[in-house]
Nanobody, 123 residues
Framework: QVQLVESGGGLVQPGGSSRLSCAVSGSSFSIDDMGWYRQAPGMERELVATITTDGGYTRYADSVKGRFTISRDNKKNTVYLQMNSLKPQDTAVYYC????????????????WGEGTLVTVSS
């Protein structure tokens, strides 16, 4: 059973930094794209950042460009989100996701989600 375990987050002061981690376990499926979404109170879930399998391509929401950096460690099956210059509007529950494939079975594009971790930016 695929498990995504997120860590990091918590209360951060405006202008501060925090790093989120998400470790994937419990499956022999190959991991393709990885990324992060977030959902603020009363808002829809929005894409924050994604990264391709080899880390060669990343994409960011305009609101976090230049402040957030996504990376991954394929040996650890882990994706990270380094968040700098945090703003109160970054307050949200952050969800990691992965796209996985069962190559021998010819099944591709399976999405899995973490349970979310709350990041609160406040003084």
């Amino acid at each position: 059973q695929v498990q995504l375990v997120e860590s990091g987050g918590g209360l951060v002061q405006p202008g501060g930094s925090s790093r989120l981690s998400c470790a994937v376990s419990g499956s022999s499926f190959s991991i393709d794209d990885m990324g992060w979404y977030r959902q603020a109170p009363g808002m829809e879930r929005e894409l924050v950042a994604t990264i391709t399998t080899d880390g060669g391509y990343t994409r960011y929401a305009d609101s976090v460009k230049g402040r957030f950096t996504i990376s991954r460690d394929n040996k650890k099956n882990t994706v990270y989100l380094q968040m700098n210059s945090l703003k109160p509007q970054d307050t949200a529950v952050y969800y990691c996701y992965v796209v996985m494939s069962d190559v021998p079975a010819g099944i591709f594009g399976m999405d899995y989600w973490g349970e979310g971790t709350l990041v609160t930016v406040s003084s």
